[in-house]
């Protein structure tokens, strides 16, 4: 069965970083309706320590969920856009893994771009992710872990790992690496 993606692009006019992941997981692993929806998901924890020096700092720990309206509040201060890679899918099992979910239509990066004249990076967050923004791109490899490739017309590629805890990397690393991505897009910007 086919499935289309629940989420409208999130695009601020002043982004300059555009995050990309594949899919959102089911519905039944939201606890808001936002990207990264999933709790056990690290993306916001991320974004908390990276920015804010606390994992926390997007969470709700009493209801156990991410307070989208600290997010979405934050993104559009900083600059920062969130979307898929994919807008239609097939999940191949029933589960939220990169590894089963099949691309049906894939999205148009260049339309989304266009809307974002401040945007001159991708930011990927999974192989899966990565790869499709490199087959739309014609970039015959994907990219080390970690590495930046140019694209065209000045857009940079920050693969970064995933924020997946079924990611083997230490949450410190992963955060290393958002940090040492939102340095070199924000290079005017401090961050806090």
């Given at each position: 069965?086919?499935?289309?993606?629940?989420?409208?692009?999130?695009?601020?006019?002043n982004a300059?970083?555009l995050?990309?992941?594949?899919?959102?997981?089911?519905?039944?692993?939201?606890?808001?309706?936002?990207?990264y929806?999933?709790?056990?998901n690290?993306?916001?924890?991320?974004?908390?320590?990276?920015?804010?020096?606390?994992?926390?700092?997007f969470i709700?720990?009493?209801?156990?969920?991410?307070i989208?309206?600290k997010?979405?509040?934050f993104?559009?201060?900083k600059?920062i856009?969130?979307y898929?890679?994919?807008?239609?899918?097939?999940?191949?099992?029933?589960?939220?893994?990169?590894?089963?979910?099949?691309?049906?239509e894939?999205?148009d990066?260049?339309?989304?771009?266009?809307q974002?004249?401040?945007?001159?990076a991708?930011?990927?967050?999974g192989?899966k992710?990565?790869?499709?923004?490199?087959?739309?791109?014609?970039?015959d490899?994907?990219?080390?872990?970690?590495?930046?490739?140019e694209?065209?017309?000045?857009?940079?590629?920050?693969r970064?790992?995933?924020?997946?805890?079924?990611y083997?990397?230490?949450f410190?690393k992963?955060?290393e690496?958002?940090?040492?991505?939102f340095e070199?897009?924000?290079?005017?910007?401090?961050?806090?």
């Open positions: 069965m086919e499935e289309h993606h629940p989420l409208e692009p999130f695009l601020p006019e300059k970083v995050f990309l992941g594949s899919f959102p997981p089911p519905r039944q692993r939201w606890c808001m309706e936002f990207y929806p999933n709790f056990q690290d993306h916001w924890r991320i974004e908390g320590a990276v920015w804010f020096n606390d994992k926390n700092y709700d720990l009493e209801r156990k969920c991410f989208k309206e997010i979405v509040e993104l559009y201060e600059g856009a969130l898929d890679t994919a807008q239609v899918v097939r999940r191949l099992k029933d589960n939220a893994s990169d590894a089963f979910l099949e691309i049906v894939p999205t990066l260049r339309a989304l771009l266009r974002m004249h401040q945007c001159h991708i930011a990927t967050t192989e992710a990565t790869g499709e923004v490199c087959r739309y791109y014609g970039v490899h994907i990219p080390a872990l970690g590495s930046v490739t694209l065209e017309s000045g857009m940079s590629l920050y970064l790992p995933s924020s997946s805890r079924a083997p990397l230490a410190e992963k955060v690496a958002y940090q040492e991505m070199q897009v924000f290079k005017e910007s401090s961050l806090c």
